[in-house]
């Protein structure tokens, strides 16, 4: 009786988590890739030099998925042993041994409905509408002792289940942006406070720093270095990401980095995108290994989808930029 009452718990645990969307990392292989107008989704200092105009099909120009959180399903349901060797069994013992003080789940879904990008002389336009959702769950290893043991070993204690938070918001988000070559690393602007507010709700958003930069091997080969925090309520991550990007003649642009993300460290990443005449479609992602079996896997992103470029060709030339947002 009290196996069955554990593993309902348990169910019902993966349930809640399971059916959540939240927020997590950002695709930092996507950061340095050359030819890819959807670089400055994480970047706006970046200057766009891919084509004169960019029109974004709604849903395809940039969906992406993202998932991260302290363990791995692998540590909570896998393959049994023995008399179980061809069943799914779940494991209780191990996933409380796989667990933190305190851990969290995290996930990011977003589908862009609008982008439009064109490029006047040394200026870059942009404006994008893109839906997201977002959440953000955490609980403490305690909970999960309790579920294990029950209160029968705390007879007459007291005992802390620890804090239970979660979050989750949608919203719409309309991008503007505006980057221009400048001549005189003094002739930079300082944006006007923004004269729209709301009164609905006041929340803050995860805060993203992003220190990195290039340095050009050659006219068709750079190497970019990227370290990016990030903080969102009791949760803070650090990634750093080295990557290799080059562009093959006018159609064809490849990336390939290593990652290291908090205790993660066999972060494998690739970014493609091939034109075809006007139309270019892309693939990103930082964990390779993840999409291969995401049941081990702690942290996978998905990016892809299609742009339409018409005019100016790709150029290519030495960046280096720091952004926060």
């Known amino acids: ?116 990008g064109i490029r006047s002389k040394k200026s870059f336009f942009s404006i994008g509408i893109t839906e997201k959702a977002m959440t953000r769950f955490s609980f403490d290893k305690s909970l999960i002792t309790f579920i294990k043991d029950g209160n029968a070993p705390y007879m007459g204690q007291n005992f802390d289940l620890g804090d239970l938070d979660m979050d989750a918001f949608h919203y719409r988000e309309f991008a503007f942006g505006y980057s221009n070559e400048l001549i005189k690393i003094e002739n930079s602007f300082k944006p006007k406070k923004s004269e729209f507010g709301s009164e609905a709700f006041d929340m803050s958003l995860p805060t993203k720093i992003y220190l990195g930069g290039t340095y050009a091997v050659n006219n068709k080969i750079n190497i970019g270095l990227l370290n990016r925090l990030y903080k969102n309520g009791n949760i803070s991550e650090n990634t750093v990401t080295l990557s290799a990007n080059t562009m093959l003649g006018n159609f064809l642009s490849l990336t390939g980095s290593y990652s290291m993300i908090d205790k993660s460290t066999n972060n494998i990443g690739f970014g493609m995108a091939i034109r075809l005449g006007p139309n270019q479609w892309y693939l990103v992602s930082d964990n390779l290994l993840a999409l291969n079996d995401p049941a081990k896997a702690e942290f996978v992103n998905l990016r892809f989808g299609m742009n339409l470029l018409f005019g100016r060709k790709h150029k290519p030339k030495i960046v280096e930029t720091s952004d926060i947002q």
């Open 1 to 116: 009786m009290k196996r069955i009452f554990i593993n309902s718990l348990i169910l019902i645990f993966i349930l809640i988590t399971g059916l959540t969307t939240v927020w997590a990392q950002e695709s930092t292989t996507l950061q340095f890739m050359k030819g890819m107008p959807q670089s400055d989704l994480q970047n706006p200092a970046l200057h766009n030099d891919s084509s004169a105009v960019i029109i974004g099909f709604p849903g395809l120009s940039g969906m992406y998925f993202d998932f991260n959180s302290d363990f791995a399903v692998n540590d909570l349901i896998h393959k049994g042993t023995g008399a179980l060797a061809d069943s799914l069994v779940l494991d209780i013992d191990g996933f409380h041994s796989s667990l933190k003080a305190t851990n969290s789940i995290q996930q990011n879904f977003s589908i862009p409905l609008f982008y439009l």
